[in-house]
């Protein structure tokens, strides 16, 4: 949170064959959802706590969006994230939707 985000090619992004670094970002709640329900949920030990964050690009911030994650090849300071709960086994699923449409702008899981 101290420096805020930095794009980077971390040990997914090595095994997927990455060729730049980059943050990925999901464009909402729903695609956060099916991410965690599916194949993001086996990059992760069941024992290891995620975070959700709320991530506002600052305006001209370059974005590449495939409908299911966003790309970012731009470090995102720190004063652009919010965190919004640091352990899936107490998210508000109704709260995150509700601040979704609200605020439509991306929400990203990560380790903390």
Not at 83 to 93: K, V
Request: net charge negative; aromatic share 8%; charged share 30%.
């Amino acid at each position: 949170m101290r420096n805020g985000l930095e794009p980077r090619i971390g040990p997914r992004s090595e095994d997927l064959g990455e060729k730049y670094k980059a943050i990925y970002l999901f464009p909402n709640v729903e695609a956060m959802e099916n991410a965690l329900a599916n194949w993001m949920a086996e990059a992760f030990d069941d024992d290891e706590t995620l975070a959700v964050i709320h991530v506002s690009l600052p305006s001209g911030t370059f974005q590449h969006n495939t409908g299911y994650e966003i790309e970012v090849t731009a470090r995102i300071p720190p004063d652009r994230i919010e965190i919004i709960c640091e352990n899936d086994g107490l998210l508000d699923r109704e709260m995150l939707k509700k601040y979704d449409i609200e605020n439509g702008n991306c929400l990203f899981t990560n380790s903390p």
